[in-house]
């Protein structure tokens, strides 16, 4: 009996503690940006938490989850000229709160004071309460020295550029006119893109709903499908979104569908469809398909995909399997399109997702070359002869792009580039690289390859 109260007496302790962590938001975003350092996805640990966080403080996490992600590097530089030694690794919530705290007084439009009390009040909520004066004096040394701090970085290019130094050097060498801009473009907030549903109604129609509703978009010559929102939105209270009239997709995924050229009656495969923006996207392009199968190898992505398609009222063939290893009913048959969204490094979408600067290492690439390889390999047999396959990854990096597609075509005999006509992006030796910041676009690449007749 002792024994089963004194576990009740921890588990309420412990609940109590959580209750408390997730009234205060920022050391709840310090827990986050803990558990991101140590590897965790922020996308994935914000779709956790922020369900345990009121919701008024939910903007707010993110903010800071996001921002300090996004700066990282440079933060994490201010913070070594600030403390007198380093912190032991279990207290990596207290970093993150200095980091958060030099975030605030550097980026966000909080009152100084405000940024100072509310981040060192998140140590006692930690548990924390021996750092309370550490973070104040931290923080209050930072607001007296921020310019000497900050000038402090100029020859550091880390820092400076707030990128890892083996992504900083790879894309220098990849793109040796544009790695500024590119830099500069990944570093910035993304906007909110929405793709409209065209088979709803036309793209200038539902700007003058959101313009009706004193919410301001623009459009893209190059992506007829594309709204860019001045101002994010809560997606909810967007017109017409649970009907199914618009979805949210960056405007360089949303070429994709457009390259596939779909026509009606066509068998298409979707190999690496989750979370299924795309596989929607091609439905919405052609409706009279033969049939679609989005297949991904993660069951729980491919509920993604189901509730998009669901939301949308659109319908396709879904399947859990392995797009490198083609096996079962999805894998006898021939396809006309072929949609090849592989895994990859993610450089191009760093903007959005910021962790990426953090968690990838430079010898992830070559296992994502290696299977990216294996994919096309595997996949290629399943298009018929006459049919079209489109590669794309959202990396910046030529091994993961025009050089892997080089080295398929060297494989196969029967397989040819379909050249993409267009005034977007970057020619490369095949295919098109758009990147970063080109007309509000991620950075993406796109080959169509042929499959030629015997």
Not at 37 to 58: C, Q, T
Not at 179 to 194: D, F, K, V
Not at 241 to 251: P, T
Not at 437 to 443: F, Q, V, W
Request: net charge positive; charged share 25%.
């Amino acid at each position: 009996m002792e024994q089963f109260l004194a576990q009740n007496r921890k588990k309420g302790r412990a609940q109590n503690q959580d209750a408390c962590l997730n009234s205060h938001p920022r050391a709840l975003a310090a827990r986050i940006i803990h558990q991101v350092v140590r590897g965790r996805s922020l996308s994935e640990l914000l779709s956790k938490e922020l369900e345990k966080a009121h919701p008024a403080h939910r903007p707010l996490i993110q903010e800071l989850c996001y921002g300090v992600m996004r700066w990282y590097p440079r933060l994490d530089a201010l913070a070594l000229q600030l403390l007198a030694r380093p912190l032991k690794a279990k207290d990596g919530d207290v970093r993150a709160l200095i980091l958060m705290g030099c975030y605030q007084l550097l980026y966000m439009r909080v009152a100084d004071h405000a940024a100072v009390t509310e981040t060192v009040e998140a140590t006692k909520v930690l548990k924390k309460p021996w750092s309370t004066g550490l973070v104040n004096g931290v923080l209050r040394r930072f607001q007296r020295e921020q310019d000497r701090l900050l000038a402090g970085l100029a020859d550091n290019p880390v820092a400076h550029n707030a990128y890892p130094a083996w992504l900083l050097d790879a894309i220098k060498t990849a793109w040796p006119e544009q790695w500024q801009a590119i830099i500069e473009a990944s570093n910035q907030r993304p906007p909110m893109t929405l793709r409209v549903n065209l088979k709803h109604q036309s793209r200038d129609h539902y700007a003058a709903q959101l313009n009706n509703q004193g919410i301001a978009s623009s459009t893209l010559a190059h992506v007829p499908t594309a709204l860019v929102l001045e101002k994010a939105q809560n997606v909810l209270e967007l017109p017409g979104f649970l009907d199914g009239d618009l979805s949210v997709q960056d405007a360089g995924a949303q070429m994709a569908a457009g390259l596939l050229d779909l026509q009606p009656n066509q068998q298409v495969l979707d190999a690496c469809a989750a979370p299924g923006g795309k596989s929607c996207h091609i439905l919405e392009v052609e409706p009279k398909l033969a049939a679609l199968v989005s297949l991904d190898v993660d069951a729980k992505r491919l509920e993604r995909v189901k509730e998009n398609l669901q939301r949308l009222k659109l319908r396709a063939q879904l399947y859990q399997g392995d797009a490198s290893a083609p096996t079962g009913d999805w894998a006898k048959r021939q396809y006309d399109r072929i949609l090849l969204d592989v895994p990859c490094s993610a450089t191009g979408v760093i903007r959005r997702h910021p962790d990426i600067k953090y968690l990838r290492r430079k010898e992830d690439i070559p296992a994502l070359v290696s299977l990216q390889s294996k994919i096309l390999d595997a996949i290629w047999p399943l298009l018929a002869p006459g049919g079209k396959l489109l590669y794309c990854t959202c990396s910046l990096l030529p091994d993961e792009n025009d050089r892997q597609v080089v080295q398929f075509l060297q494989r196969h005999a029967d397989a040819q580039e379909s050249i993409i006509a267009a005034t977007w992006g970057e020619a490369r030796r095949c295919g098109r690289q758009i990147l970063p910041g080109e007309e509000t676009m991620d950075g993406f690449y796109y080959a169509l390859l042929e499959k030629r007749l015997k």
